[in-house]
């Protein structure tokens, strides 16, 4: 596998629903190349801009155990798109729950990248979100 390094990441904390265009205009403001540890509460998103050459990419989202706690493979939506300030399309990823130590990580695949990939919190409660990475097969 090749790692596959993100140009900008996003935190948007209301997103509902993310797969419709905003009403009114938003401001996104790209963060610091490295993302931190952060808590996404229900209804908000972490939306990554990725170079794409039509490849799958492999996700691996990892988190806090005890934010994981009882969460299944339904805990993350992924939206794929060509513009953050534009409508997305929910693609379907099959997540599997992997547990190390105090972390937990989820592993899925994505067919279809396109250059923005948003990772949307459905439901309550947060989960805390320590490392976004990419890569393909």
């Not at 190349?33 to 972490?46: N, Q, R, T």
């Not at 691996?60 to 794929?80: K, N, Q, W």
């Not at 997540?95 to 994505?110: I, K, P, V, Y």
């Amino acid at each position: 596998m090749t790692d596959v390094a993100y140009k900008s990441w996003y935190f948007i904390p209301v997103d509902l629903p993310p797969a419709d265009a905003a009403e009114e205009e938003r401001v996104f403001t790209a963060q610091p190349p490295m993302m931190g540890m952060m808590a996404v509460d229900a209804g908000g998103s972490l939306a990554f801009q990725v170079p794409t050459d039509g490849r799958s990419l492999q996700l691996t989202v990892t988190t806090t155990g005890l934010s994981a706690e009882g969460r299944g493979a339904d805990a993350i939506e992924v939206y794929v798109g060509d513009r953050i300030e534009e409508s997305m399309t929910q693609e379907a990823v099959s997540w599997e729950r992997g547990q190390d130590g105090m972390n937990a990580s989820f592993h899925g695949t994505l067919s279809r990248p396109k250059q923005i990939i948003k990772l949307h919190i459905p439901t309550s409660p947060a989960l805390v979100i320590s490392s976004v990475e990419f890569s393909t097969p």
